[in-house]
């Protein structure tokens, strides 16, 4: 791992770790059936909605591979293109063991109109919008590196215990965690092989620093906010004073 890698992570990792603190408070704390609905139609939004200036939606990427399909081996490899189809089938993997979750809670079928994009998801939406849309490949490289939040949620989600309910939750977060955890590491090698020198380092921490922080606002609100506004304060720089 080169220093840039090493101080990209570094800079990251007390956010991700928020973000575990975060899910390991809410399950520990006997959350009702009305506080996981929530949480589950929070998720199953952004997983509908992946990042913009990466992802464009589950729809719209599938649309992009139909296009795709007749330059297979010619000026796209098959096997980048396989890539490219397991990487989908993945993404709609974990919204579906999720949304299959929330739909027993629920007792009926769902929608994707059962999902909601809460107010600090919104902020997180446009500030990633502001980064990717910059111009800038050291801008979007950091987005990247933030996106998932070092599949912390995930790591957390899959150790809980209990019952039927709790089983199928650690289940689900076991799939994505697997298939999630290395993402961070590729993005992180990506992001600091753009780093030319001491200004590209400074503006991506900047941004990977205020990304991860509305993400651990957006992590708390999705789980009923169980670290309050002083503690947030105390595990991290305030909102418009990051570093």
């Known amino acids: 791992m080169s220093n840039y890698e090493e101080e990209l992570i570094a800079v990251a990792y007390p956010y991700w770790e928020a973000e575990a603190e975060i899910v390991k408070r809410f399950f520990r704390k006997s959350p009702s059936k009305e506080d996981h609905v929530f949480w589950l139609k929070a998720q199953l939004w ?14 719209r990427e599938l649309a992009h591979l139909v296009e795709l399909f007749p330059r297979v081996d010619k000026d796209i490899t098959r ?21 299959d979750i929330l739909e027993s809670l629920l007792a009926r079928k769902i929608s994707p109109e059962d999902t909601v994009q809460l107010p600090e998801e919104k902020k997180l939406k446009e500030i990633r919008r502001r980064y990717t849309s910059s111009g800038s490949e050291v801008d979007k490289a950091a987005v990247l590196v933030t996106e998932g939040g070092g599949s912390r949620m995930f790591r957390e989600g899959r150790k809980i215990k209990g019952g039927l309910l709790e089983r199928k939750i650690a289940k689900a977060m076991n799939v994505i965690y ?7 590491q590729e ?27 509305q993400r651990v606002y957006m992590r708390n609100e999705m789980f009923r906010n169980p670290l309050t506004e002083a503690e947030l304060r105390q595990l991290l720089p305030a909102r418009g004073q990051t570093p």
């Open 46 to 59: 952004k997983e509908l909605h992946p990042v913009d200036g990466y992802f464009s939606g589950l729809h």
């Open 79 to 99: 096997h980048h293109y396989h890539f490219l189809l397991q990487q989908l089938v993945d993404e709609f993997n974990h919204y579906l063991v999720q949304a």
């Open 178 to 184: 697997t298939d999630e955890k290395d993402h961070v």
């Open 187 to 213: 993005a992180v090698k990506e992001a600091a092989m753009l780093i030319n020198n001491q200004t590209d380092l400074k503006r991506m921490n900047k941004a990977i620093r205020e990304i991860s922080l």
